[in-house]
């Protein structure tokens, strides 16, 4: 099971807690975690990532185990702790301003 912690904006659109456990099969990335992401939560889609390119949105970030994973190809493995269910994956709402 891998555990994705949502920003809590995402966590109302869902009507979901913070923390949601999804069962992967296969190779598991941020690619794959957020496709059963979408699948599971349909109202989630287009919210991350854009629903043609697939690229992640401006300001959303991606955190596993303290890296910061947001400019790594989608398609690289995450790391083994949270493939594990020991880590969480983190989506993030970054902020900006000045």
């Known amino acids: 099971m891998i555990v994705v912690v949502l920003p809590v904006q995402l ?3 869902a009507n979901v807690g913070r923390e949601i456990q999804l069962r992967m099969d296969g190779p598991t990335t941020i690619a794959t975690v957020l496709d059963a992401l979408e699948a599971q939560f349909p109202m989630l889609r287009g919210t ?18 303290g890296e910061d994973l947001s400019q790594d190809p989608p398609s690289n493995p995450l790391p083994e702790a949270v493939v594990m269910g020991k880590m969480p994956l983190r989506v993030v709402g970054a902020m900006a301003g000045g």
């Open 11 to 13: 966590c109302s659109l």
């Open 48 to 65: 991350i990532r854009d629903q043609v390119t697939l690229q992640r949105r401006p300001f959303i970030r991606f955190f596993a185990g």
